[in-house]
């Protein structure tokens, strides 16, 4: 079991982990978001450095952006694949060093052309990512190109060995049934948990529809092994601005203590 720095947006990363590690969680999830953001410049120019500077937190997953928001430098444009590719090297680097097992990514925005550039993008930076020995994911989301399961195991059929940042909250928002997303389970190489509803990318634990009992299950019979992320959020993405964060993850936490899931 792990937790997000980012769902700490006032915080520092030295903050965001000494909360998380009182709370009992014992890895956590890093990137590029809000006050536990980590230095992009440093970590391009320094990875190793970079990698150093985080004093042995053990680190589940690295959240990567290759530009300021979701459309710049999107993977699915192709005017960026170069620039990406090369940024992505040293990422892996860093990833390495921080003993990172994962890495995920966006898969772009809808457009002409735009999710066989999307494949395009991701077959090269999986190259890279196997060349460090790093897992890359890709994490279908609401607003992004894979706005459903079946775009997404297409486009897991178009880039051979490419894994899931898996969220169901975000194919739940968007209005499928927890039976739909089920299919994608195979595929997860990182996974993210909060409660959702249709409409609502995130829930508080008694007004979403998400069973995270049955999620645990289809996950274990799919043979996952990796880290499950508790991450609430308060930003505004999504309207996401209305839970207690601290009290949400606690009860997150404490089911999946219940279910068997060492924090």
């Not at 279908?140 to 940042?165: F, I, N, W, Y």
């Not at 909060?194 to 069973?211: F, I, Y």
Request: charged fraction near 20%; include cysteine; hydrophobic fraction near 45%.
């Amino acid at each position: 079991m792990t937790i997000t720095s980012w769902s700490f947006p006032a915080c520092t990363l030295a903050e965001a982990r000494g909360v998380s590690e009182a709370l009992g969680f014992r890895a956590m999830d890093i990137g590029l978001l809000h006050g536990a953001a980590l230095d992009r410049q440093k970590i391009l120019a320094e990875p190793e450095a970079a990698a150093g500077d985080l004093d042995g937190l053990t680190v589940s997953n690295l959240y990567w952006l290759f530009g300021r928001d979701i459309a710049e430098n999107a993977v699915s444009d192709p005017a960026a694949r170069a620039r990406n590719t090369a940024e992505f090297e040293t990422v892996c680097r860093f990833a390495r060093a921080a003993g990172c097992p994962t890495i995920f990514v966006l898969p772009g925005i809808s457009g002409p052309g735009a999710f066989e550039a999307a494949a395009a993008g991701l077959r090269d930076l999986l190259a890279v990512a196997r060349r460090h020995g790093v897992t890359l994911t890709v994490e279908p989301h609401v607003g992004g190109l894979l706005a459903s399961p079946a775009d997404t195991l297409r486009m897991l059929d178009q880039v051979p060995g490419l894994k899931l940042a898996l969220d169901y909250a975000h194919f739940v928002c968007m209005g499928f049934r927890q039976a739909e997303i089920d299919v994608l389970a195979p595929h997860a190489g990182h996974v993210h948990l909060r409660q959702a509803r249709p409409g609502s990318l995130q829930a508080k634990w008694g007004e979403g529809v998400l069973d995270f009992t049955a999620m645990i299950g289809t996950l274990r019979d799919a043979g996952y092994r990796g880290w499950l992320a508790v991450e609430y959020v308060h930003q505004g993405y999504m309207n996401t601005l209305f839970d207690d964060v601290l009290t949400e993850t606690v009860r997150m936490r404490d089911h999946l203590r219940a279910l068997g899931v060492a924090a």
